[in-house]
């Protein structure tokens, strides 16, 4: 993930002054122009007043049970690739009692549950792409994995770039998305899976009829199908707060992406950056999965070794927030 040199303002911690990085990192990104505006977004109090600040979150008597943590493994994808035993046991003697899968590191879905299983770990969810053109075969043997694996959620990872890797802003290319995730989510329930879809910032994009993805997918998808996992981080970067995203979409969102962001609207451990997540978290009741991820975790200057220090502060984080 490149580096973006934004300079914040005077208000870096200010639900304004993340819109702000979030818009200044879109433009390093090549959309300037097609990012929403944050404008009406900042001047909106939030539940705390106008200048509710994403810093650190209030005491509070809430709490994330400690049982629904989980950890995205992607971010451990290089230690895993080298240790898969021995980095699992690490993330049980941390705290964690679930994961989420990005693919079963060269293993088959039985190997890969067998080393869950001696780690002391349950795969609750994981990301798998539904097959494009759709493939219901395809999917099906997806499907039995994630049952293998003993999923409860499986997750579509990724959209929204064209083939010549800019920003789709077709409306149309939304709406065939959504006819084929809700078919995969339609599959996935006779499997007795969960469904859902993970957003980056690309799905916040005004689309040629106004419109974003994120709105065409929410409408062109049925509640009982697919869910959404809303990725905080791309979310504030696709210059939305995640609260009016909950807001819209409350019992929608069944499963968040935890990751911190920093002044440069780049990535942090978990209280290290911006974002108040007890604020967004006091406004989802229903979340039953918070899941740790840095995308960055084995990217220089970053070390292999840094995603280790990365879960274990991602889970003390979250075990003792308060909101």
């Known amino acids: 993930m490149d580096q973006h040199h934004h300079q914040p ?4 911690l200010t639900r304004r002054g993340v819109l702000r990085a979030a818009t200044a990192s879109a433009a390093a990104l090549g959309t300037a122009g097609m990012i929403a505006s944050p404008a009406a977004a900042a001047a909106a109090p939030g539940p705390h007043g106008a200048t509710d600040a994403p810093g650190h979150a209030r005491p509070g008597r809430r709490r994330v049970p400690l049982d629904r943590i989980s950890i995205q493994l992607y971010t451990l994808r290089d230690q895993l690739a080298v240790d898969l035993p021995g980095t699992l046991a690490e993330l049980r003697r941390i705290g964690y009692r679930r994961v989420e899968h990005a693919g079963f590191v060269g293993r088959t879905a039985a190997q890969f549950r067998a080393a869950l299983d001696d780690a002391g770990l349950r795969a609750t969810s994981g990301h798998a792409g539904i097959p494009q053109p759709f493939d219901a075969d395809a999917w099906e043997r997806t499907l ?3 049952v293998t694996v003993g999923c409860r959620y499986l997750v579509h990872p990724w959209f929204g770039l064209d ?17 084929d995730l809700d078919r ?7 499997a007795g899976i969960d469904f859902g879809y993970h957003n980056h910032q690309l799905e916040f994009v005004p689309l040629t009829d ?10 062109g998808t049925d509640p009982r199908n697919v869910h959404f996992e809303l990725d ?22 069944r499963q968040v992406h935890v990751k911190d962001m ?11 950056g911006l974002i108040d997540f007890g604020r967004v978290f006091a406004q989802a009741p229903g979340i039953e999965e918070y899941i740790v991820e840095r995308d960055d975790a084995g990217t220089p200057p970053r070390s292999p070794a840094d995603a280790l220090t990365t879960a274990r502060v991602g889970y003390d984080h979250l075990a003792s927030l308060r909101y």
């Open 262 to 272: 920093d002044v440069n609207a780049s990535f942090a451990d978990l209280g290290d």
């Open 184 to 190: 995969a989510g339609r599959l996935a329930g006779r």
């Open 232 to 253: 905080l981080f791309w979310t504030w970067r696709g210059a939305h707060d995640p609260v009016d995203v909950i807001r819209a979409h409350r019992r929608r969102i």
């Open 9 to 12: 303002g005077r208000d870096p």
């Open 210 to 219: 106004g419109r974003t993805g994120f709105d065409i997918l929410a409408t």
């Open 163 to 179: 083939e010549q890797g800019q920003p789709i802003r077709d409306p149309e290319r939304y709406r065939a998305l959504a006819r």
């Open 144 to 146: 039995a994995d994630a």
